[in-house]
Nanobody
Framework: QVQLVESGGGSVQPGGSLRLSCAAS????????MAWYRQAPETQREFVAL???????NYQDSVKGRFTISTNDAKNTVYLQMNSLDVGDKAVYSC??????????????WGQGTQVTVSS
């Protein structure tokens, strides 16, 4: 079972930056990919960015060029560097990890979510 702990949310002005972190712990064989999703009030949760075990990344079009997803060397912590934030980025950001459990099956885990607020 993987447990995820997120940090780094907060409040910034438009044009500002934040860096989110999500650390995975627990027993597992391997993490296949790590991703960030976000949910604004009264909207559906949406995909933001993903990084595969081999380092390949994928982004939602609206964040390309502004957000960067990365992991640490151990590939058990995922980061989301968010630059040039605007009011449309305001949401609760949650990390999602797809991993191979110690029992051998593939499953997912979600973080608790961290609030990002962008306002002047």
């Amino acid at each position: 079972q993987v447990q995820l702990v997120e940090s780094g949310g907060g409040s910034v002005q438009p044009g500002g930056s934040l860096r989110l972190s999500c650390a995975a712990s627990g027993r597992y064989i391997r993490i296949n990919n790590m991703a960030w999703y976000r949910q604004a009030p009264e909207t559906q949760r949406e995909f933001v960015a993903l990084i595969e075990y081999n380092g390949v990344t994928n982004y939602q079009d609206s964040v390309k060029g502004r957000f960067t997803i990365s992991t640490n060397d151990a590939k058990n912590t995922v980061y989301l560097q968010m630059n040039s934030l605007d009011v449309g980025d305001k949401a609760v950001y949650s990390c999602n990890v797809n991993y191979i459990a110690s029992q051998g099956w593939t499953t997912k885990a979600w973080g608790q979510g961290t609030q990002v607020t962008v306002s002047s």
